[in-house]
């Protein structure tokens, strides 16, 4: 309730069970999560970026690979959401662009294909996880997270190796050889 209606001298405390935003406008005890959501169903994706925002997330959401690429050359997102069978750039050309850009970027493929439809159990995608639509909203925000903290391990490791390399005299050109390292550990080469 805003100060504007509450009467006056009276204080407002949250209830049990209720959160609230610190400063930067996350959930309390919860990381800031940058959600990318490339859906070209249009309802999915508004029912999926509402449900996804009360839980903290910030989202921002595109309607093809083509647009999602543009939108992260601008901004930064941890995880990317993407609709396995886009229009024109598919998601899995989609996810191989993305992670040309941005080697560290976790994706989740949703699909409405039954399992073995697609080849999607071949080990071949390099996808965090693959979840069938309808979506089960609980086990997508959970993906979320665990394709998060993916990305954090992969980013604090890169970090680690940078110092190392830094270490014994190899000075700025260890990134190269740290992001050459990493690029072959998770299949990003070519």
């Known amino acids: 309730m805003s100060d504007r209606f509450r009467p006056a001298g009276e204080s407002f405390t949250p209830g049990p069970g209720s959160r609230s935003l610190n400063t930067e406008g996350t959930m309390e005890g919860k990381p800031h999560i940058k959600v990318l959501l490339i859906d070209d169903e249009v309802k999915v994706m508004e029912y999926l970026s509402r449900r996804l925002r009360r839980e903290g997330f910030s989202i921002k959401t595109t309607v093809s690979g083509e647009e999602a690429l543009d939108v992260v050359i601008r901004e930064a997102f941890d995880v990317a959401v993407v609709d396995r069978t886009l229009p024109g750039m598919d998601g899995e050309e989609t996810r191989k662009r993305l992670n040309r850009l941005v080697p560290s970027l976790q994706c989740i493929f949703l699909t409405g294909q039954q399992p073995g439809e697609s080849g999607l159990e071949s080990g071949r995608q390099a996808a965090f996880a693959t979840l069938r639509k309808p979506i089960e909203y609980k086990k997508l925000a959970d993906a979320i997270r665990q ?26 050109g260890g990134v190269v050889g740290a992001f050459r390292k990493l690029r072959r550990l998770y299949g990003l080469n070519g």
């Open 147 to 172: 394709a998060y903290e993916k990305g954090r391990s992969q980013g604090q490791d890169l970090r680690d190796e940078v110092r190392q390399n830094q270490g014994i005299g190899q000075g700025g």
